[in-house]
């Protein structure tokens, strides 16, 4: 999410990246390896919220290499 923000893209939060809305899920086209394991919050949100294999919640996460991605409100 971080580095969505930094980048100039927008990332929908209703929490600020506090693990607690669960808005700031992606798509994962390409990539999905290069990204940091699921920790207890997002398996949280996860759970919750039904994501798909392909979707993390971007607060939670760390990229660690090259992704592509999508978000349903780009
Ligand atoms: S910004 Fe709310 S869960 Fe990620």
Same mark, same amino acid.
């Given at each position: 999410m !971080? *580095? /969505? /923000?930094n980048a100039g893209m927008p990332v929908a939060s209703s929490c600020f990246g506090d693990g607690v809305c669960g808005k700031c899920r992606l798509q994962i086209i390409k990539g999905l390896e290069? /990204?940091? *394991?699921?920790n207890e919050t997002e398996q949280f949100l996860r759970d919750r919220y039904g994501l798909a294999a392909n979707e993390r919640i971007s607060c939670q996460t760390q990229v660690q290499g090259d992704i592509t991605i999508d978000a !349903?409100?780009?």
């Open positions: !971080t *580095a /969505l /923000l290069n /990204l940091s *394991a699921v !349903t409100y780009w």
